[in-house]
């Protein structure tokens, strides 16, 4: 019997109207379906907005023509015919026309989803098979001739195509294998596989592969990277990454060179959210340089230790580390980090610190050290305690009346600080002069030899004081009082602030200095506490007066000026002084007695300094069309500062140099930026100052200018189309062209005269940057000058074809700056950069193409030149 019924959105109306045997009515109008044997499955929903036709009797089926539609449990299929086999408890799925995407058979799984011209499934075994089938795992898109499902979930391909390209009917890059296995969307194994570029096979096979199918962390191999530096060509950074549990994880890692070379390196990484987190990298190197027998031959092991630690103890308490042990060989030689070739210091910190609820004190304890790379020289603090106590206000009454104000001493604030600090400074006698001097075996002492060792000590750097104990106490007493009414200058607020500072420092030795016959200062350091009591005082006031001056162009209305001027005066004795008994004497061979302080941090030269500043803001406002006012705005047209100080106790040369700052932006489109130094004295023939003033009203000269700095920048772009598509920093640039750094010492080089390297988005048809940069230093005689032009430029060829271009010109020194010139090219799935400096220190090129994946980026990547770190080291 057949039955035929439109537009049917249920089979269980089908069935009660088709009087179906009474096994499968039931099963329908329960929403169940029952097997042969009687077992319960999951319910099923099955609707088609076509046509429903049913067979029942031998052979019995129903078939659901159009936007067809099943499910059952978490599973769902739709396509544009489905037929369903009660016999056999089969589903078969069909797509329409086949030059149409109407119908095509998708299969929902849980979070997997197949689509393809042709689905089978048993309901039974839970086992199903998809013919040309689709499908997406994480971030990239996958499609085989076949796919075979089974009840646990693991699928089996045939012929599989793996792509991060959208068009995986067509990609521009693919894995290919012909054989795949899924196993609980985590891992993908498969046998032979090889790239494809387009439907070209290139040389980069593999007699198998398993790969991860999901993002997350998961344990697995790593992969390597390969290129080639000055120890051979290389293999480095394969290992196995263990993803422990849910708060560590431990990679492990080692690099082969050609030449001999190897390394090995872990890292263990721990977190636990809101108390503690961190990671330790053990690192462990063996080079080995030219072959045996050749002059420079030699076999180096250098080694690294970092941990970092952070961990919070309590809401009020806290512990970290930040411990770096890595030898200058190890950073130069395998790290490929810029900022690790060029380091000249590392260093270490473990710190403790405490806070206490309600008064505001804190306590922090905290062990460092710092060593520099090319001197051997080292600086240790062991410890280092500090305590401060915030400000309080000690006569502010405890109760206070509604609207009362605060007495005049009631306004009297203070703090306190304290450091305890116990260091170790070694700065060796260099080797020449050790090896002079007849001790050549001290050549080969360490810092860490000294600190155990005072012998060690004093032969390495000729210096007796091994540590140098510390203890600090400050006490700064504030207070600000508000004038409302100056009776000279009528109703205008005058805010004043007295201070007082306090310090004292606690040694527990002093110096003791002579000489001997050949007038070598000897200093002999005598035990004893000594007590160094010094203080300061000052006072400042300052107000804000505002100005208006009528003005009218367009929308502009008006002109504020905000005049902010302070003037302050400290004093400071002389604790030079004899009377302060800070100071010792001793007589060099020609008779004449030298002064010196017996401890560290005396402050020489009374001070009664008179500082004074004036701050200027210009605005005005540009009316909006809006009646009601409510979009006018508040532009500011110039701020304008000046400052400078004058010593009434100094005996000569009282003013200090007067500096001047200006920024301003024109037609709000250029930001300029100038700052001068003037210096109110003159100068003497041979270039020295002379306490004689260079101000000459009948000249019309006021002072000499010393230094002299000034910028315009500005930078215009087209509107985006669409959505941001942002290139990465390319690996083939020259890192110093964007930071200005001296390869060897890692200091700003003075001599870069480039442009920093600019955002680049390919939505963003062009932008354009002008800087221009003048200077004019006058150091005695002597004038530098520099005046340097930059820009920096780039359009789209086309939408995914770009072209940068950075240089300058210096006017000065007639000459072009640093240059650089890029081309990028934005393809569907991959990205390529093409960076070129013609000339200049950091001469260079680099390529760079690599796919837009996050998994597959360093494995599919070809970057040239591979050793292009390693070459602008080789001077190092």
């Given at each position: ?48 907005t ?37 016999d056999s ?11 149409t ?30 013919v ?28 599989g ?33 090889r ?6 096979a ?18 697995g ?31 492990l ?31 462990y ?12 031959f ?9 941990w ?22 190890y ?24 806070r ?8 922090t ?23 401060s ?11 206070r ?41 001290a050549?080969?002492?360490?810092w ?14 000729g ?8 203890t ?15 009776p000279?200058?009528g ?10 500072r306090?310090t ?11 000489v001997?016959?050949?007038n ?6 005598e ?6 009591r010094q203080f ?19 929308p ?27 100071t ?32 200027n ?7 909006s ?11 500011k ?27 301003t ?12 130094t ?7 023939d ?28 500005t ?5 985006n ?19 200005g ?45 520099s005046?340097?032009?930059n ?7 086309t ?29 569907e ?6 960076n070129?400096?013609?000339f ?19 494995l ?17």
């Open positions: 019997m057949i039955a035929i019924v439109n537009r049917l959105g249920f089979i269980a109306l089908l069935l009660a109207v088709c009087g179906a045997p009474a096994a499968y009515t039931a099963a329908a109008q329960s929403g169940q379906q029952q097997s042969t044997s009687g077992g319960k499955k999951e319910p099923i929903n099955f609707s088609a076509d046509s429903l036709i049913m067979r029942i009797g031998s052979g019995e089926s129903a078939t659901l023509k159009g936007e067809a539609a099943l499910s059952f449990g978490d599973n769902a299929l739709s396509a544009h015919r489905i037929r369903i086999s009660f408890s089969e589903v078969h799925a069909f797509r329409g026309a086949p030059d995407n109407d119908g095509i058979p998708t299969f929902t799984r849980g979070d997997e989803t197949f689509a393809g011209d042709q689905f089978s499934y048993n309901l039974d075994s839970e086992r199903g098979r998809v040309r089938a689709r499908s997406t795992i994480e971030e990239g898109f996958i499609r085989a001739s076949v796919v075979k499902t089974r009840e646990d979930g693991t699928l089996f391909f045939a012929d195509v793996y792509s991060t390209c959208e068009c995986i009917d067509d990609p521009s890059y693919s894995l290919r294998s012909s054989r795949l296995k899924v196993v609980d969307q985590k891992w993908v194994y498969t046998g032979p596989i790239l494809y570029l387009f439907n070209i290139t040389p980069l096979w593999l007699p198998f592969g398993f790969l991860p199918a999901q993002e997350g962390r998961r344990s191999p790593l992969p390597p990277v390969y290129g080639e530096d000055d120890l051979g060509f290389y293999l480095r950074d394969f290992g196995w990454y263990f993803a422990l549990n849910d708060y560590t994880d431990l990679q890692q080692a690099g082969l060179w050609t030449r001999g070379s190897w390394q090995s390196s872990a890292r263990f990484r721990y977190n636990r959210r809101y108390r503690f987190s961190g990671n330790l990298n053990v690192a190197a063996r080079l080995r340089n030219g072959e045996r027998g050749d002059p420079d030699s076999i180096n092991q250098t080694s690294s230790i970092r970092n630690h952070q961990q919070t103890l309590n809401p009020f308490a806290s512990f970290d580390a930040s411990v770096d042990l890595t030898t200058s060989g950073l130069q030689a395998i790290s490929e980090a810029y900022d690790d070739r060029v380091r000249q210091t590392v260093g270490s910190t473990i710190g403790y610190r405490k206490w609820s309600g008064p505001g004190r804190s306590l304890a905290k062990l460092s050290q710092q060593q520099q790379l090319s001197t051997g020289s080292a600086n240790l603090t062991l410890p280092s305690i500090s305590f106590q915030s400000s309080r206000k000690p006569f502010s009454r405890k109760t009346a509604p609207g009362q104000r605060e007495r005049w001493f009631e306004k009297v604030t203070y703090s306190y600080n304290a450091v305890l600090s116990n260091n170790f400074s070694f700065d060796p006698i260099a080797d020449e002069t050790l090896i002079a001097s007849g001790d050549s075996a050549v080969g002492i360490a860490y030899d000294a600190l155990f060792s005072q012998t060690d000590f004093v032969r390495a750097t210096r007796r004081e091994r540590f140098r104990f510390k600090s106490h400050s006490i700064p007493v504030t207070a600000s009082f508000t004038l409302n009414r100056i000279p200058f109703a205008v607020q005058l805010n004043l602030s007295p201070s007082f306090y004292e420092d606690w040694f527990l030795q002093t110096e003791r200095r002579s001997d016959s050949t070598k200062v000897i200093t002999d350091l035990p004893g506490f000594f007590a160094l300061n005082s000052g006072v400042t006031a300052n107000t804000t007066i505002y100005g208006l001056f009528p003005f009218r162009a367009g502009y209305r008006g002109i504020r000026h905000t005049l902010r001027p302070s003037l302050g005066f400290t004093y400071q004795p002389d604790f030079y002084g004899s009377q302060w008994g800070y010792r004497t001793y007589a060099d061979t020609s008779g004449t007695e030298v002064e010196y302080a017996i401890a560290s941090g005396v402050r020489r030269g009374e001070r009664q300094s008179l500082t004074f500043s004036i701050a803001t210009f605005e005005t406002k540009k009316l069309s809006d009646s009601s006012r409510t979009q006018d705005q508040t532009l047209l110039l701020n304008l500062d000046l400052r400078s100080s004058y010593n009434f106790a100094a005996d000569s040369l009282r003013f200090a140099d007067i500096a001047i700052t200006g920024r932006k024109l037609f709000g489109q250029v930001d300029v930026n100038s700052s001068a003037l210096s109110p004295y003159r100068l003497s041979a270039g020295g100052l002379i306490n004689d003033y260079v101000f000459d009203l009948s000249k019309l000269k006021f002072a000499r200018l010393t230094q002299l700095r000034a910028s315009a920048r930078s215009i772009r087209s509107k189309q669409g959505a941001a598509r942002p290139l990465e920093n390319p690996r083939g640039a020259d890192p110093t062209l964007r930071s750094l001296d390869p060897l010492t890692g200091q700003p080089d003075v001599n870069y005269r480039g442009t920093d390297a600019v955002y680049t988005d390919f939505a963003i048809p062009w932008s354009l940057t002008f800087d221009f940069t003048y200077s004019i230093a006058r150091r005695s005689t002597e004038s530098i000058r005046a340097i032009l820009a920096s430029v780039d359009f789209n060829l939408p995914n074809w770009k072209i940068a271009a950075r240089s300058g010109y210096d006017l000065e020194q007639r000459e072009i700056v640093t240059t650089n010139l890029s081309v990028y090219r934005d393809f799935c991959w990205q390529l950069s093409l070129w400096i013609p200049g220190t950091y001469q260079s090129w680099g390529f760079d193409l690599h796919v837009k994946s996050g998994q597959l980026r360093d599919l990547r070809i970057r040239q030149p591979r050793s292009d770190v390693g070459g602008r080291f080789s001077r190092l």
